[in-house]
């Protein structure tokens, strides 16, 4: 099949927003322009791509496979140019990353002083739950992400660059706090405030409580650690958590932590990408700051493990 890069491009814009108006917006050419790029693209691979039903557009089987590839085509053209751009003007260019929902208490500090060495970066910056970060790595949407520990069967490289301790944190008037002695059981008999299922955090402390025989007594799910903490704060429950997203909390004592043993869980924060992706000069760069630097930046983890369970 003969045909040009740009049809591929235009089919691209109007596959993934199945619309010619808005591809046409996108862009910048009329809207015939458009519609005569993919009909002579049609015509090359011999068999429709689209498919009208009403006023809407769908992709047809040949049309939904070509956009798949035309996906990777369409990014990996954007990495050669971007490619290119930095060896021409240094370390610039633009940068997309995602990070978990948790990784937003420290993010951004390592991203303002990246930003500060290399100012001519663009960064695009998502956050994200743990479904959605695995669903950009898989799909190639982003140049790095930034989570806990990634799907063991999806073909990542990741780099620990921080340590991530988990705890259990409650209101500083709730019952749990009076007790001399916790033990693990009576915890896990406690209304917890979880993260939704599949999150990285939920799923840490479940496979923790169900090495011991033990499970959760959900009082309540939330997508959000802010409302987990707000809710905690309140009185509504126990929250498990890394010990980087409570941190103010601690200093001011809105919360305290309960000295649960076998706690806390410590585990790595990376630096992930997908193992087929070719990194570009500044993404490669992003990767050295954050391996150099991340260690001395970020609050060093200041709560000490407790007794093993059962000692």
């Not at 046409?24 to 693209?41: D, F, G, N, Y």
């Amino acid at each position: 099949m003969h045909f040009t890069f740009r049809q591929l491009q235009i089919f691209e814009s109007v596959a993934r927003l199945l619309s010619f108006s808005r591809a046409s917006e996108e862009l910048h050419l009329t809207q015939p322009a458009v519609s005569m790029q993919v009909k002579q693209l049609e015509e090359v691979v011999g068999i429709p791509l689209f498919e009208q039903m009403g006023k809407k557009i769908y992709l047809t089987q040949a049309g939904e496979e070509l956009y798949q590839h035309s996906r990777i085509i369409a990014r990996q053209m954007k990495d050669a140019q971007e490619a290119i751009e930095s060896l021409r003007e240094g370390v610039s260019g633009r940068l997309d990353i995602a990070i978990i929902s948790t990784a937003k208490y420290f993010a951004p500090t390592l991203l303002t002083r990246f930003c500060e060495l290399y100012p001519t970066v663009q960064l695009k910056l998502s956050v994200n739950n743990r479904a959605g970060i695995v669903h950009q790595l898989l799909h190639n949407e982003v140049d790095l992400v930034i989570m806990g520990q990634p799907p063991e069967d999806m073909g990542v490289v990741m780099e620990p660059f921080a340590r991530n301790a988990h705890i259990i944190v409650a209101a500083p008037h709730h019952p749990l706090t009076q007790v001399k002695r916790l033990t693990l059981e009576r915890v896990a008999q406690a209304s917890f405030l979880l993260r939704e299922k599949g999150s990285g955090t939920r799923q840490l402390l479940e496979r923790f409580l169900l090495s011991h025989g033990l499970e959760i007594k959900p009082r309540m799910e939330m997508s959000s650690n802010e409302t987990i903490k707000q809710a905690t704060i309140a009185g509504m429950g126990i929250a498990f958590l890394s010990e980087h997203t409570v941190t103010l909390e601690l200093e001011t004592q809105r919360l305290v932590l309960l000295p649960v043993p076998g706690l806390p869980i410590v585990r790595d924060w990376n630096l992930v990408h997908h193992r087929d992706k070719r990194l570009s000069p500044v993404a490669r760069a992003f990767k050295q700051f954050l391996l150099e630097h991340a260690p001395h930046m970020l609050p060093a983890m200041t709560i000490r493990p407790t007794e093993p369970v059962g000692s």
